[in-house]
């Protein structure tokens, strides 16, 4: 009996394809990376400084441009990797 519930499992794991566990992992990825560090740090301003000083609408424009940036950064470096572009080269 208990081999039959193997079977069954198995079958279950041979039906999903590699590529719907790739596609869920990036999913899965790109959502934790883009974001839990917005939850973060609108957690700890929340509980340090309670949303009522200036401080914290000063702080959250500069973490979403340290966000949109870093996505810039790391799709132009990600753009010259797949196109062969040497970035230890100076010259």
Known sequence: MVEDQCVHFDMIVSYQSQSYNIMNTYFINYTLNKFCPYIA???VLYL?????QPLVYII????MYIDRFSFRAGYSVAYCESNGIDLDNNG
């Open 48 to 52: 340090l400084l309670e949303f009522s």
């Open 60 to 63: 959250i424009p500069f973490v």
């Open 41 to 43: 740090i609108f957690l």
